[in-house]
Every structure is written in C-alpha cells, then in structure tokens.
C-alpha cells in the first residue's frame, strides 16, 4: 500500500531555472509555441525531450566504429582495396 506521502513524491515534477537566455533564442521557441499551440513551458519540455531522444548510445558507436575498422586477417590494405571499399555499394 502506498501512503499519501509516498505517492505525492511519485507524481512530483521537478522545476527547472534557465538563466540568461539570449532574446533570438526566446524568440524563435515563442515562434515554435505559437506554430504548435502550446505554452513556451511545454514547448521547452517537448524540445528537451526530443533532444534526449535522439542521443546515440556511446558504447553502441562505439562498438560499431571497431567492428567497422577490423580488417579480416590475411589482408593488407592498400590503395587499390581502399578505393574499393569506399565505392562499395555505390552507384
């Protein structure tokens, strides 16, 4: 069972200060909150929340840029196999 207390703290929302915003860039999101009609608070919360959307996995680049560097072992990389692959799959 969850106390009054408890669950208060569940549903609580944190409050944020941004200082020293420049005037552009107030502007253009009012533009945005307007466009989308929404309040500029809502606004600023829907653009945070895309941005952390759209933040790649570190250790998942990562992982894909060394699995992209391996070179098979017997090959040796030269001039002609690295024209090749960089035109692989291209038209």
Do not use: W
Not at 17 to 40: D, F, G, M, Y
Not at 46 to 71: G, K, N, Q
Request: aromatic share 2%.
């Amino acid at each position: 069972m969850v106390s009054l207390r408890n669950r208060h703290r569940e549903n609580a929302v944190a409050s944020l200060t941004i200082k020293n915003i420049p005037e552009p860039l107030v502007k253009r999101l009012k533009h945005q909150a307007a466009a989308h009609r929404r309040s500029l608070n809502f606004e600023v919360i829907s653009c945070l929340e895309e941005m952390t959307h759209s933040i790649p996995d570190a250790d998942a680049l990562l992982a894909r840029a060394r699995a992209v560097r391996r070179i098979p072992k017997g090959i040796r990389l030269n001039d002609r196999l690295l024209q090749d692959l960089k035109t692989a799959g291209r038209p």
